[in-house]
């Protein structure tokens, strides 16, 4: 979990950052070590409180946060299954099922590389240094075409700045910055199901002069592409 904290300190406005680690277990019956698992975590919640140290200073920062995740675990086999007979002899009478398949196509976690300048909106302090920048990615379509999956998205990304104005010494802005992906499909059946989930892995950024910010970000997409089909399998012959 990376932590940016924005503080008023006698001196003026501070600025920190820090990296805390977490681990967790979830319960999921049947889940075996061989199969497979996709996992997308979300901030739901975060609280920050000043807490006072040994010496009575106010040097202790309390963090207080709820993590979501969205957690598949699936195994894929293959099976054989007969569907059809004949005798060369004799007559042959056969009883069909329709049985659901489901079939994998595609899965992959996918890298996006989004890069972009923001200005600073007309009417804000000239900015002096970033003090970090966040973002928040959205899937705005995903569609097959031409055999290759298309998918758009908008990075909302929020930056946060010290400015030389006593009156406005900090400084926050957003603006959406969209990105595009697309990945060849050729073997994708008609009406597939499509499962993406879209998270920010990391961003940097800077200033260029006093009213514009360049960065640069990873966008993952874990992606899960299956086909689900109806086949009339072989259940019984006399």
């Known amino acids: 979990l990376h932590m940016s904290v924005l503080y008023q300190s006698e001196s003026g406005v ?8 977490f681990a967790g277990l979830i319960d999921v019956d049947g889940a075996q070590e061989s199969m497979q698992v996709s996992a997308q975590l979300e901030l739901v919640k975060g609280s920050v409180t000043m807490q006072a140290d040994n010496d009575g200073e106010m040097r202790l920062i309390d963090m207080d946060v709820i993590v979501s995740g969205h957690v598949r675990v699936w195994d894929e086999e293959e099976r054989e299954v007969v569907i059809d007979a004949y005798d060369t002899q004799r007559e ?22 989004v890069s972009d300048t923001l200005a600073i909106p007309e009417g804000m302090p000239m900015a ?30 929020t930056a946060f700045c010290l400015t030389a ?74």
């Open 128 to 157: 002096l240094q970033v003090f970090c920048t966040t973002a928040r990615p959205k899937l705005d379509d995903v569609f097959l075409e031409d055999q290759a999956l298309h998918i758009e998205g908008v990075l909302y990304v």
């Open 165 to 238: 104005d006593d009156r406005s010494p900090v400084i926050s802005f957003m603006q959406p910055v969209p990105f595009s992906k697309l990945i060849d499909m050729p073997q994708a059946a008609d009406n597939p199901n499509i499962e993406i989930s879209c998270y920010l892995e990391q961003i940097k950024a800077e200033l260029r002069g006093e009213s514009e910010l360049s960065f640069s970000a990873l966008v993952i997409l874990d992606i899960s592409v299956t086909a689900q089909q109806e086949q009339a399998v072989l259940t019984n012959l006399t």
């Open 92 to 113: 042959v009478q056969l009883e069909k099922t329709k049985r659901p398949m489901q079939q994998m196509l595609y899965h992959d976690r996918v890298r996006v590389d």
């Open 14 to 21: 501070e600025f920190m950052e820090r990296k805390t680690d």
